[in-house]
């Protein structure tokens, strides 16, 4: 068994934080630098800027984007790890509070969702933990938007729908998220029940841009959405142009009979997101 002082935990967090809100992937870089070859006038205009934006960040330390989100954690928790004077929700909610507080990142929070007081540190942070094998701790964090949120939407449609029914509701969706900060990371999740579909379309977004699907069958629908969903002509910033979306990325998992649940996580450009191992 190994043991873990709560207190390492809650550094590293505090660093995580600040790290994915100050530092662009370089896969999104890179998606983002090749789509300005495609574009021209306002629309490549505006590609240089949100990379002129991320080097801006990354060199002064400063947010990426205003909104610095709500904070999600995806954890794979060693069954061989001990915490001590704690458990991995606290002492990741209070990393949190510390990363945002010292650095000076927007507390977008608030209590009640009627009520609408701020918490002050950004918590309480969504964390989701999942039980593996050996004694590491895997933290993967998604500051993720208000207005890519918003634009995210769920749909249980009926298994006669198929595909067609699928890229339908998908297409819909996008052409609703022209406020969301176009060029897009489409997250698709497809199975599985009501409030596990939308986890798992949020978790694709932690795929790195360029990265094939383990099955042949949904690479070849991740193309055709990107595809597709490329000519709404929707564009940079809602603007116009040919990149609207950076990448489609599906994830499915089995259902019941009756159902054929579908969750579309929008994400902006500005898709922040670390993986650290403890």
Known sequence: MRNI???????AIANLCAKANFHLPNDILCALKQSILYEDNVAKDILEEII????????????LCQDTGTANFFVKLGRNVQIEDGNIYDAINEGVSLGYKNNYLRKSIVTDPLNRKNTQNNTPANVYVDSIDGDKIEISFLPKGGGSENASALKMLAPSCGWEGIKRFVLDVVDNARNACPPLIVGIGIGGDFPSVALLAKKTLF???????????????????????????????GLRGKTTALAVFIETKPTHIALLPVAVSIQCHSCRRQTITI
């Not at 002129?52 to 947010?63: D, Q, R, S, V, Y």
């Not at 841009?209 to 000519?231: A, Q, R, V």
């Open 5 to 11: 002082e709560s207190k390492i935990i809650i550094e």
């Open 52 to 63: 002129e934006n991320a080097e801006i960040a990354k060199t002064n330390g400063l947010p």
């Open 207 to 237: 795929r790195e841009i360029g990265s094939k699907n383990n099955s042949s069958f949904y690479d070849n629908k991740e193309k055709e959405l990107l595809e597709d969903i490329n000519k709404l002509n929707i564009g940079p910033m």
